[in-house]
């Protein structure tokens, strides 16, 4: 379900603020921010859980969330098994 069409979208208002002073590079932990055209082109530093993660924020990006485009999960990638050993045939 989305939100309501009466209810404007969520921007926080340091993020407003920072914004409006062309300010660039500027550190965010609000991921449930809605981005707007205002930014677009801007570089914003966005925090995942861990660390602040850089993102260029495009056109194709405005309406949807910041925290839609960092990663907050490690990506799970299967180890390499080493392979046996092979027996020599002796007869």
Do not use: C
Request: no cysteine; net charge positive.
């Amino acid at each position: 379900m989305s939100r309501s069409i009466w209810k404007f979208p969520f921007i926080d208002k340091s993020l407003l603020k920072k914004i409006g002073e062309n300010y660039n590079n500027h550190q965010t932990w609000s991921r449930r921010s809605v981005i707007y055209p205002a930014i677009v082109g801007k570089t914003l530093k966005i925090y995942d859980g861990r660390n602040m993660i850089k993102r260029e924020i495009y056109e194709e990006m405005v309406g949807h969330k910041l925290g839609e485009f960092v990663r907050t999960r490690k990506v799970f990638v299967e180890k390499k098994k080493k392979g046996k050993k092979q027996k020599k045939n002796r007869k």
